[in-house]
């Protein structure tokens, strides 16, 4: 079935400090969505990507949709200690025959702390 | 406020007994979703539903059951016949539309079964 595969697995950086996360795909995407966690609470939706090479910014947040659909990049600026949680990548491959599902699949998930 | 309430938010039971996690939603969204997390893992879907009366298995549905009698609720019931049941439940709903794939999740409902 498929697959994602989402890098790194974690990540300690200093407060201010850039971050960049990225989640591949052997077969192409539809969709991708990148999700925040924090500790206990379910996951919140960040950004949204519909288009192949599509660019979108949530304030400090920067997400792209790669342009051969296989892959996705989440960009986090200047990263301050609320930044802290687990960045999971989700997407929705090609529809099967006539069915459309709304199933999503999810990466293993990034798991960022900042240090003060 | 719109959104999506999971009840209990702490869950304990005893091995053998079956418990049923709550999941409302007054989004009016059409699709409702189970997932199941484990520590230092991804979300797996347990099971999924389109429509009211109808839903369909996930990747991991053994040992697990659902309903869906209403647009805004859609019960899981954990059975005694899950091997592994302690785990973090998370709920999330979508709306059915071709152009939108966003799911949006609910506080989850931590179980733990001795």
């Known amino acids: 079935g498929q697959q994602l595969n989402q890098s790194p697995q974690s990540m300690f950086i200093q407060e201010g400090e850039d971050v960049s996360m990225n989640c591949t795909s052997s077969?192409?995407?539809?969709?991708w969505l990148w999700y925040k966690q924090d500790p206990g609470e379910g996951p919140v939706l960040l950004i949204a990507l519909y288009k192949a090479g599509e660019l979108t910014s949530n304030g400090r947040l920067t997400a792209q949709f790669g342009i051969t659909r296989k892959d996705s990049f989440l960009n986090i600026s200047a990263s301050i200690p609320s930044d802290v949680g687990i960045y999971f990548c989700?997407?929705?491959?090609?529809?099967?025959?006539?069915?459309?599902?709304?199933?999503?699949?999810f990466g293993q998930g990034t798991t960022l702390q900042v240090k003060p | 406020d719109g959104g999506i309430t999971q009840s209990p938010k702490y869950l304990f039971r005893k091995e053998g007994q079956n418990v049923t996690l709550s999941c409302e939603q007054n989004l009016n969204h059409d699709a409702m979703y189970w997932y199941r997390q484990d520590p230092g893992q991804g979300l797996r879907l347990i099971y999924y539903?389109?429509?009211?009366?109808?839903?369909q298995k996930g990747d991991i549905a053994e040992g697990y059951s659902v309903s869906r009698e209403k647009k805004e609720s859609f019960p899981l019931t954990v059975t005694s016949a899950q091997k592994n049941p302690t785990a973090f439940y998370l709920c999330?709903?979508?709306?059915?539309?071709?152009?939108?794939?966003?799911?949006?999740f609910g506080p989850g409902t931590r179980l733990t079964v001795t």
């Open positions: 077969s192409i995407f539809n969709t």
């Open positions: 999330a709903s979508s709306i059915r539309r071709e152009s939108s794939y966003e799911q949006y």
């Open positions: 539903s389109q429509i009211v009366n109808d839903f």
């Open positions: 989700a997407g929705r491959g090609r529809r099967n025959g006539s069915s459309n599902t709304g199933k999503l699949i």
